[in-house]
């Protein structure tokens, strides 16, 4: 009987399921959908298990590695919470899905798995250690030390988002910095992520009516149609203003690693979500920035993620096998 490994993705926006032989490099089978912000924890479960049964179409895998978008305590298998879909609190994921398939299941926290993906399969092959960051809506990140993910004492390693990028002077300083979304000012986070680089460029844009031509006419004079996209375009395409914007979120992107890299010395530093397709000068101020940040012995090798989307799925793969050894 052919083998079989099922990964499950519960991302923020879409749910994935896909099938792998053991050691393959190439998905057997592949299903994704939609998760709409309005559902709830009980609609992501139970169309993730349909999507699972329409994949398995009656065979039994041989283990089930999980991403679940939100902190998890992996040691216990039990999601803690999801930001962006109501009901997931507590929910003890790996025992509900055990029961469901009679298999050997894994869940873990999406950054967590990705940096693992990434270094089984992906762009951290062969790394001994591996700092995995992912640039998107948010800042989240990943260890993966000696093989193995490292959770930390709270499950919450990794958090390079939420180290501080830019302390302030004072107190009245403070109030001039972004606040981010867990309650302190200046995270790598609020200054490095897709909203904060779109922020940032409408509020130049108001602030300097006379500059950021080229921004200006990509967003078609709509400044609420301004994404980090449209900035990273307009910025290589020679904008001033969408530089100065694209690269500061760069800066502090660099800054938050050269940190991480000083206390861990990792052998490689993986950079995936939408904001590293942001182009060669992104890449080229966030090394710089690291490299400005941390000792000249440590070696400073940042590199793109290869999985992009799939690194959860391929992490998710990874987690599997070793429940099948
Ligand atoms: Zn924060």
């Not at 050691?23 to 993730?48: H, I, N």
């Not at 179409?57 to 992996?74: C, E, H, L, M, Q």
């Not at 979500?273 to 920035?289: L, Q």
Request: hydrophobic fraction near 40%.
């Amino acid at each position: 009987m052919q083998r079989l490994i099922l990964a499950l993705d519960y991302g923020g926006t879409q749910l994935s399921a896909a099938l792998v032989t053991p050691g393959a490099r190439e998905w057997l089978d592949l299903a994704r959908v939609p998760s709409p912000p309005a559902k709830d924890a009980r609609y992501d479960y139970d169309t993730m298990l349909a999507l699972a049964r329409k994949l398995l179409n009656d065979r039994k895998p041989d283990a089930i590695g999980v991403s679940f978008g939100g902190p998890v305590d992996a040691a216990r298998g039990l999601v803690i919470l999801s930001h962006h879909v109501p009901g997931w609190e507590n929910v003890p994921l790996r025992d509900q899905l055990q029961e469901e398939f009679g298999v050997p299941v894994a869940v873990e926290n999406d950054a967590n798995i990705a940096a693992l993906g990434e270094w089984e399969f992906g762009a951290g092959r062969g790394c001994e250690s591996l700092l995995y960051i992912t640039v998107s809506t948010g800042v989240g990140g990943g260890w993966v030390l000696d093989g193995r993910i490292y959770h930390g004492a709270d499950s919450m390693a990794g958090e390079i988002g939420h180290t501080i990028a830019q302390p302030p002077a004072n107190s009245e300083a403070r109030a001039t910095l972004p606040l981010c979304p867990c309650g302190r000012y200046s995270c790598v986070e609020s200054l490095a992520c897709g909203p904060a680089i779109a922020r940032d460029a409408r509020e130049r844009l108001i602030a300097e009516p006379d500059r950021g031509a080229k921004l200006r006419a990509l967003a078609q004079g709509n400044l609420d149609a301004i994404s980090a996209e449209t900035v990273s375009r307009a910025a290589n395409d020679g904008d001033e203003l969408a530089q100065e914007v694209l690269h500061g979120a760069a800066r502090a992107l660099g800054f938050g690693i050269g940190t991480a890299i000083t206390l861990m010395n990792p052998e490689c530093v993986v950079i995936g979500g939408g904001v590293s397709k942001s182009g060669e000068s992104w890449w080229r101020v966030v090394r710089e920035s690291a490299r400005a940040n941390t000792l000249p012995q440590m070696r400073v090798n940042i590199v793109p993620a290869a999985f992009g989307d799939y690194a959860p799925l391929w992490g998710a793969v990874a987690l599997a096998q070793t429940l099948t050894r």
